[in-house]
């Protein structure tokens, strides 16, 4: 069979990587708020909005990355050993393509994927007791799911994804565009409505047959007049708790969140039980992507980490995370401390159950004495993407028993006469050089003391 011949145009195209690239995402955006908000331009985004970008080290050193133009190694090979870059515009009016560095993402993916978590879906995480929420894959087919599957109907199936938008998350001009819409389709809706109303007659005569022991396949199929429908249609306008369930049923629509306390009296247009897969999701809305977002396939944790000295361990290797900002007042407000684990900010759960004396050194206040900063050794328990597409990512202490069989030690305090013990307040006492001449071994001791730890 002959094969159809492609003129040279196509053919590029098929055999080109710059065309196979997808189409940028839209910039995550600004929460509304009437404050300030002060941000940077050059701030790491909450997710990746283009693709990555590499080339082989043959094509690399002529500056080749199948672009239109080669691209300086000033910026690219020799600036890093790694260089991956993503392009902004592929041609600007100054004839120049516009790149930058895509390492803060690439490495990103790479260090979280040395941490073996997988993925769970998101849960709210209690910062004042120590029970971790239970691990749920979003992988199960009860769970995975979306307005088109077809596990949807088994029962107690729950999906991530509606046909409906969530109206929670809607501007006033959101919401009157998708009402236009919808009333576009209003023969359609009437007529879902009314098999809707066909399917819950035939339930009810079923279940009457079955309670009065009649015989189930001798029943007559139930059929609606107009009088009936109409008048059906007039209890749900008059019951604002019934017509809820039936318009969130109609339109897919996914669950709000809970109606505040100091309405629960009033009438409101209540809503069926949410059928997302997370119920975070009925409070920030549905994930945009899927909730594992691609960063990880495993199904559970289930892993044993064998090693080569002791045999298999119950804990992973712990990790070293740094502390980005310590316990303290912040904006006027109590925080609690962050943590960068793997290039993602964490908040410390046990920043709470911290002691002075089994807190690690830098945690509750800032310590410039310390080399390359505070950092301290965690084991990470749980991960999990929110409906922003951010990664969010649980962590203890680790304990002693993760830590002996790496021979693990951590950070070490400061020493009595470092620069902490001034700025904590404690030891402000500088000890005097001059002293008498029976007391120089004692000086000449403090003083080299002192020099060690400065140059420490």
């Given at each position: 069979m002959a094969t159809a011949r492609l003129s040279p145009t196509a053919n590029l195209l098929r055999n080109s990587r710059l065309f196979a690239l997808p189409q940028a995402l839209t910039p995550p955006p600004t929460p509304p708020t009437s404050r300030t908000v002060s941000e940077s331009e050059t701030a790491t985004l909450p997710h990746p909005i283009r693709a990555s970008i590499v080339t082989p080290a043959s094509s690399l050193a002529r500056g080749d990355w199948g672009l239109k133009r080669p691209l300086p190694t000033k910026s690219t090979s020799e600036k890093s050993s790694r260089p991956v870059v993503r392009i902004n515009a592929l041609d600007t009016f100054e004839h120049i393509t516009d790149f930058e560095s895509a390492a803060d993402h690439t490495v990103t993916l790479e260090k979280f994927q040395e941490l073996h978590m997988p993925m769970s879906l998101p849960a709210k995480v209690n910062y004042a007791t120590t029970?971790?929420?239970r691990h749920q894959s979003p992988f199960e087919s009860h769970v995975d799911n979306t307005?088109?599957?077809?596990?949807?109907?088994?029962?107690?199936?729950?999906?991530?994804?509606?046909?409906?938008?969530?109206?929670?998350?809607?501007?006033?001009?959101?919401?009157?565009?998708?009402?236009?819409?919808v009333r576009k389709n209003k023969p359609e809706i009437m007529q879902k409505l009314r098999g809707y109303f066909v399917a819950k007659r035939e339930a009810e005569q079923k279940k009457q047959a079955q309670d009065n022991g009649a015989d189930m396949e001798a029943l007559e199929p139930v059929e609606v007049t107009d009088e009936e429908f109409q008048d059906y249609l007039k209890t749900l306008r008059t019951n604002p708790s019934s017509l809820g369930p039936v318009v969130f049923e109609l339109l897919d629509l996914p669950s709000p969140p809970a109606v505040p306390s100091y309405r629960i009296g009033g009438k409101y247009y209540q809503s069926p039980g949410t059928k997302l897969s997370s119920a975070e999701y009925a409070v920030s809305g549905p994930p945009k992507t899927h909730p594992s977002a691609g960063l990880s396939y495993s199904r559970s944790h289930a892993l044993i980490y064998n090693h080569p000295k002791h045999g298999p361990q119950t804990y992973q290797r712990p990790v070293e995370a740094r502390i980005l900002r310590p316990k303290g007042r912040f904006k006027g407000k109590t925080s609690k401390a962050i943590a960068g684990v793997a290039g993602i900010a964490v908040e410390d759960l046990n920043a709470m159950t911290f002691v002075e004396q089994g807190a690690p050194a830098g945690l509750a206040f800032f310590d410039a004495s310390l080399s390359g900063g505070a950092k301290y050794w965690v084991t990470p328990i749980r991960a999990s993407v929110d409906s922003d597409g951010r990664i969010g990512l649980a962590s203890y202490r680790a304990s002693a028993t993760?830590?002996?069989?790496?021979?693990?030690?951590?950070?070490?305090?400061p020493g009595l006469y470092s620069i902490s013990d001034v700025a904590r307040g404690g030891q402000r006492v500088v000890p005097r050089l001059d002293g008498q001449r029976g007391f120089q071994a004692d000086t000449e001791e403090v003083a080299r003391n002192l020099m060690k730890n400065l140059g420490s």
């Open positions: 029970i971790v929420p307005h088109t599957s077809q596990g949807r109907e088994v029962p107690g199936a729950r999906q991530f994804r509606h046909s409906g938008p969530w109206l929670a998350g809607q501007t006033e001009a959101e919401f009157q565009a998708y009402l236009k819409k993760a830590k002996a069989p790496y021979d693990i030690d951590s950070q070490k305090k």
